[in-house]
């Protein structure tokens, strides 16, 4: 498959290879950031508008973001989890807000790591609950407070954890840190710069909504909630709606369907067998160009720590892999 020739980056002013290296700055449960050299491996060489309908900690973003991939390129990041998408909106928005916020968080943390954890965890429940729409958290309404209590939570809780119990509370136990690093002023500022550029959109929508607008030659990475190994690797969703397995097969059915009409696809995945059946060896998925590659990734999210260590993931894609 050839990409349809692409405009030149100065029709567009999309952002440029940050001048120092932008991080994620939430940690997110299944974040790629130690994936990457492998990711790196199904880039396309060249493709149109970039979309990433499962953003969580962004990593792939921000690494194309580094290497100065997504100049002068359209970027749709969306996610259907409100307190993600609200947070990353307001980090773009008022990020000195946000610091100001945090650097407060911080300091009350350090002189008592868990009342003070538990006492902002009670005070982010019901603030967040405030913005529910009765479906889940609007985006729209979240607020640099908010915002920054996200991060605190992220940066302090077990894992980096975001999970939701039956009732839609956010109940993340602290984690084991003796001097986290909750407010990188530095990093959220150059953040805020690259989620500024015109071309970057985010919004709150399901994936398939967020995809729906997808053409021929667009780069689209995906790294939804992983099916699990096993009856008990399954904690409470981090959006009240979970993802079930008709929400693996219906995504399946998308991946199809863009491989047709010509967009570059990648899919992280888990390799459960309800995934093997999808894509490893299925007839459809292999008609539409797609390829399964298992690959080792870091188990980190296991109360046991020595249950912890490599697992095999999938990268599904129709991507040409580049062999250094």
């Given at each position: ?8 980056h ?8 940050a ?13 790629k ?21 499962f ?33 990353y ?23 008592d ?24 958290i ?11 209590m ?27 840190y ?32 967020g995809?729906?607008?997808a ?12 099916a ?28 199809i ?55 095999k993931?999938y ?10």
């Amino acid at each position: 498959m050839t990409a349809p020739a692409l405009p030149s980056h100065s029709e567009h002013s999309g952002p440029p290879a940050a001048s120092r290296p932008v991080r994620p700055f939430l940690k997110w449960a299944g974040g790629k950031r130690q994936l990457l050299p492998r990711l790196r491996e199904f880039y396309p060489e060249a493709f149109g508008a970039y979309r990433e309908p499962f953003l969580g900690s962004g990593a792939v973003f921000f690494d194309l973001v580094n290497q100065g991939r997504l100049a002068g390129r359209r970027t749709f990041l969306t996610d259907t989890n409100g307190d993600l998408v609200g947070c990353y909106a307001h980090v773009r928005d008022e990020p000195e807000a946000v610091i100001k916020h945090l650097q407060r968080l911080a300091a009350r943390y350090t002189r008592d790591p868990q009342g003070h954890y538990y006492r902002v965890r009670e005070k982010f429940n019901p603030a967040r609950q405030a913005i529910s729409n009765g479906q889940g958290i609007e985006s729209g309404r979240y607020t640099a407070d908010l915002a920054a209590m996200l991060v605190y939570l992220n940066r302090t809780g077990f894992n980096g954890l975001f999970r939701l119990n039956s009732k839609g509370q956010f109940n993340v136990p602290l984690g084991r840190y003796s001097n986290p690093r909750i407010c990188d002023t530095e990093n959220l500022r150059n953040v805020a710069a690259v989620l500024s550029a015109p071309t970057i959109s985010i919004k709150q929508v399901r994936h398939v909504d967020g995809l729906a607008g997808a053409k021929a030659g667009d780069f689209v990475y995906l790294d939804p909630p992983y099916a699990p190994l096993s009856a008990t690797a399954q904690f409470t969703s981090y959006t009240s709606e979970g993802f079930s397995t008709g929400d693996q097969k219906q995504l399946q059915r998308t991946l199809i369907r863009l491989a047709r009409k010509g967009c570059w696809v990648l899919l992280s995945n888990s390799t459960a067998p309800e995934v093997a059946g999808l894509y490893d060896g299925n007839r459809d998925a292999e008609r539409a160009g797609l390829h399964a590659y298992q690959i080792l990734a870091r188990r980190t999210i296991n109360s046991n720590a020595s249950r912890r260590g490599q697992v095999k993931e999938y990268l599904i894609t129709n991507i040409p892999q580049r062999v250094s």
